[in-house]
């Protein structure tokens, strides 16, 4: 099977994106539409319900690299919130913590990385973690 | 199909052998589906003396589905929007198996040639040609010069 | 895959000596023989006479590789719904009339495709097309050379030929099914495969794609049963004192040059084919099997008008799911509607299913005459019977169910954006929707969240309700 170029594939995650074609619990969207090297994208996650982020909407700012989709994107939360795979200072993502970036495959999407962050935040040891006020920023 | 296609081996062949006026194409060393493209501005059109780097890349389904085709180089034209991409009906509902990369890169100089701005792609830039074409294309010739002159390309090769 | 000229084992007759001929896997071919045993041979000894008995046979060969015709005529009806078995068994059922089979053989042919285009591609009605390749309607699916070379002498021609493999190698280790895991391909049942401890909606994802995955693996091990059936056929039949009956599928040496030495390139696959190919109706450009039944209706979509500028775009989800439409493709050379093919194919080379056995094929004493002839009639007047016509439409008679299916699914979209859009704006000032994100409702919505999500919001609507009415009502006092 053909590898999908960087590029390409970008635009492929884009056009879903902005056509909603994705799940409801999350969207992204490129953070500067000038941009034709696609590298910062913006992206929402939509609190899973029965958890302590019911109802709420976390931003997170995603950096696809030169080498994406063969090297994960680097991912930080906006949007402060307490989960262990989430730096509590700077909002980013471990990389060697959370499995979808450790384990990172070229198939996985940006999609499939917010969609996981949002299990993560469901799972039974993280739904009923504290959370910040509403609304605060790393 | 776990090897490359006859078809596209003979395509690239055929891009060598038989070069078009005006269009280089050449396959990535390590990916020998996404091809390395330039075309130069049309004569008469505000993109002449243009040289205008693209992208293209022939997706598992090709020939049934078409290339996938950006412009890198940033561009003033109803028809090709911020990113790049083309509006353009061979690459979407028109296309035919019978076209080639070949075919569809001219196609891509036609675009040049012949703006559309009834079908637009780039809402913004349409709106300008409708309204003020002299302006447009003015613009586009600024673009051209400041994006895609022969001179930058020579100095950043 | 190349031309290389192939080899075939200890041959001590015949050109193809020195043998490194393998299956298309690369795997030891010294394995089953199974399958051989039980096939019907479809010209044992009173089989000559044509085509009346060659129906019934067919009748036969289509039958034991799987449902019988009739029902297959029922099963492209829309009608009732399938249970998930029932589609998982019509879908094997399908995948197993791709396999090439050397002794389903049309004039040097085969009713299944070589493999230039993916698995997941040919979503064509196989009953349909394998009914159109036997009554020669339609060009078998021949093995293409990658290139051909006027040069090569009638020795060299054969020698590649008899080196060509049934069906392209396989991609063994697709990227999409990689971390699937398949368990045990000659159990039927999978069911404890699945992770019950998910949702309903992810266990029927991952049942299908584990599905999906086994159907890969099990259709190129029944493709490569028929390869390595072939090579030992073919192997058996160099040997100087092979009596074998069932050698009388293999094509004679006379019909492989026949075939291939006035072959001609498909415009499409630039594959290297016997002539005659099958010719568009329109504009009489070749195209070979392979390339046709790829060619089929674009998606439903709604048609595409050209916008003004000046004024905002209506998103799909708002337009009248009844506008959505799906045309018949255009011919692929000069973009007539409705792409339809002839096929004329050489009466004096009929053999296979319907005529004569391929391993007694001889050449005709002067061919040259016989093979200018035809092309110079086709040029000329051809008045073209049109039941003898094949339209794209005749080996994808799903089509109107498809186009149904997807306005129907989409009518069900847009009422429940409307419910929702209409239910957020009422009742949850910070839902996104108001704050212009881009949440709109998705045919990938997870139903049972949907649902649960309704309900909730449509409690709150009466709550709200019952306020609005209580707050007139002391407004009122």
């Known amino acids: ?138 | 199909m776990a090897s490359l296609p006859k078809r596209i081996i003979k395509e690239t062949e055929r891009l060598v052998s038989d070069p078009v006026p005006g269009i280089t194409a050449e396959p990535h060393e390590d990916n020998l589906r996404y091809f390395q493209v330039t075309i130069e501005g049309p004569q008469q059109s505000p993109y002449e003396n243009g040289v205008f780097n693209l992208e293209l890349f022939l997706p598992d389904d090709y020939p049934m589905e078409a290339p996938k085709v950006r412009f890198l180089t940033k561009i003033y034209h109803p028809n090709i929007d911020k990113l790049g991409r083309i509006c353009l009906d061979v690459l979407k509902t028109n296309w035919s198996p019978a076209l080639q990369i070949r075919t569809v890169l001219l196609s891509v100089q036609a675009l040049l040639a012949s703006p559309n701005p009834n079908d637009p792609l780039a809402n913004d830039v349409a709106e300008d040609w409708i309204k003020d074409e002299e302006g447009a294309i003015k613009t586009a010739r600024e673009w051209t010069e400041a994006y895609a002159s022969k001179k930058d390309q020579k100095s950043t090769n | ?477």
């Open chain 3, 1 to 477: 895959m190349g031309n290389a000229p192939g080899k075939l084992g200890d041959g001590t007759s015949g050109p193809g000596e020195t043998g490194n001929y393998r299956t298309s896997s690369g795997r030891s071919m010294s394995a089953s023989s199974a399958g051989t045993g039980n096939r019907i041979p479809p010209w044992n000894a009173e089989y000559n006479v044509r085509s009346r008995r060659g129906a019934s046979l067919v009748g036969n060969i289509l039958s034991t590789s799987g449902r019988s015709r009739a029902d297959s005529v029922g099963g492209s009806q829309p009608s009732k719904r399938k249970s998930t078995k029932e589609r998982e068994q019509a879908k094997e059922t399908h995948a197993k009339q791709l396999v090439v089979k050397f002794d389903e053989t049309v004039d040097g042919g085969f009713l299944a495709p070589y493999g230039c285009y993916g698995f997941e591609k040919l979503d064509y009605d196989a009953d349909v097309v394998r009914s159109l390749i036997i009554d020669r309607k339609l060009a078998p699916f021949y093995t293409p050379l990658q290139d051909f070379d006027e040069s090569w002498t009638k020795e060299e021609l054969i020698k590649i030929v008899d080196g060509l493999p049934l069906h392209a190698s396989f991609d063994e280790n697709l990227e999409k099914y990689e971390d699937v895991a398949v368990g045990n391909l000659k159990k039927t049942n999978f069911d404890e495969l699945i992770d019950k401890t998910l949702s309903k909606r992810e266990q029927r994802r991952m049942r299908s794609k584990i599905f999906k995955a086994r159907l890969y693996r099990k259709r190129i091990i029944w493709q490569e049963i028929e390869n390595e059936n072939f090579l030992e056929q073919k192997l058996e039949s160099k040997k100087p004192n092979s009596t074998s009956k069932n050698n009388s599928f293999l094509a004679s040496d006379d019909l492989k040059y026949s075939l291939y030495k006035n072959g001609a390139e498909c415009p499409i696959c630039f594959l290297y084919y016997p002539e005659p190919l099958n010719y568009s109706n329109c504009c009489l450009q070749p195209i070979c099997t392979e390339c046709f039944v790829q060619i089929k209706r674009a998606e439903p979509h709604f048609p595409h008008d050209e916008v003004d500028p000046t004024q905002p775009v209506t998103n799909d989800d708002e337009k009248d799911p009844n506008l959505l439409t799906s045309d018949p493709p255009n011919c692929a050379y000069c973009a007539t509607p409705n792409f339809a093919v002839t096929y004329e194919a050489k009466a004096d080379r009929r053999v296979g299913i319907g005529g004569m056995k391929p391993s007694t094929y001889k050449l005709p004493k002067e061919p040259s005459n016989n093979d200018i002839e035809p092309s110079a009639e086709r040029r000329g007047s051809r008045t073209q019977n049109n039941a003898d016509v094949v339209a794209s439409d005749m080996i994808r008679p799903d089509w109107k169910a498809k186009l149904d299916k997807e306005r129907a699914r989409l009518a069900r979209r847009s009422a429940n954006a409307t419910a929702i859009h209409v239910s957020n704006r009422l009742i949850d000032p910070d839902h996104p929707s108001r704050r212009g994100s881009n949440y709109d409702s998705s045919s990938n919505r997870d139903v049972q969240d949907l649902e649960e999500e309704m309900l909730a919001r449509a409690i709150r609507l009466s709550i709200a309700d019952e306020e609005v009415r209580n707050q007139k009502k002391s407004n009122s006092r």
């Open chain 1, 1 to 138: 099977m053909s590898k999908v170029p960087r590029n390409f594939r970008l635009l492929e995650e884009l056009e879903k994106g902005e056509k909603g074609l994705g799940p409801e619990s999350c969207s992204y969207g490129l953070a500067d539409s000038d941009d034709i090297t696609m590298t910062n994208w913006n992206g929402t996650i939509l609190g899973p319900p029965h958890s302590n982020h019911e109802n709420r909407i976390y931003s997170v700012s995603i950096e696809c690299g030169p080498n994406y989709p063969d090297e994960p994107p680097k991912i930080k939360f906006v949007s402060k919130v307490n989960v262990p795979c989430v730096d509590s200072t700077t909002g980013e993502v471990k990389s060697s913590v959370f499995h979808t970036l450790r384990d990172w495959k070229r198939a996985y999407t940006m999609e499939t990385l917010l969609l996981d962050l949002r299990k993560e935040m469901a799972t039974p040891a993280n739904k009923k973690l504290p959370q910040p006020k509403e609304g605060a920023t790393f």
